[in-house]
């Protein structure tokens, strides 16, 4: 398996559902902010993750953040959303997994990471062993260093498509 290569892909977080979830042993999820959530750097967020966030809280799905931000920017949009966080995580190292694990108390097998880059949050998920869930981002990348990581992404997406891999739209 490459390190690489997410679990599911979807378009959107909304897609990803206590159904699913539960089909797949899913019982916590550690999630990204900056364009899984919301715009990068943004506070704000839309109907549709407030709506899909509470249809997990529901199904009794654990919850935390683990973002590579600073405390600054990941406290108080963890903190309006009511989850806990883990600033600074290093991703792709596995500080912020390690972290949301313990908190959670769950093996591994019943974790998911849901982000939106390859090279952080999915390296970090199968560097950790955990199932990754990979979203579409969210706005467009302004930011030069992500849109190169954006461009170099592509070609692995698209073997995991070609290869078979799922896609939920």
């Not at 159904?19 to 549709?48: M, P």
């Not at 920017?73 to 600074?88: D, H, I, N, Q, T």
Request: net charge positive.
């Amino acid at each position: 398996m490459s390190l690489l290569r997410p679990d599911d892909l979807f378009a959107t977080v909304s897609l990803i559902t206590p159904e699913y979830l539960k089909k797949r042993g899913i019982r916590a999820l550690v999630l990204d902010v900056d364009n899984t959530l919301t715009a990068h750097g943004s506070q704000e967020v839309s109907q549709e993750v407030l709506d899909w966030l509470e249809s997990l809280h529901k199904a009794g799905i654990k919850l935390t953040i683990a973002s590579n931000n600073f405390k600054k920017r990941v406290e108080p949009f963890a903190k309006k959303l009511g989850l806990s966080c883990v600033s600074f995580s290093m991703k792709p190292l596995t500080r912020g997994l390690r972290i949301a694990r313990h908190r959670f108390g769950l093996p591994k097998s019943q974790i998911a990471m849901v982000g939106d880059q390859l090279f952080t949050d999915c390296l970090a998920a199968n560097f950790y062993g955990i199932t990754m869930l990979l979203v579409k981002p969210r706005h467009e990348d302004i930011q030069w260093d992500i849109l190169l990581r954006r461009h170099l992404e592509k070609p692995f997406l698209h073997r995991y498509l070609k290869k078979g891999g799922s896609f939920h739209e």
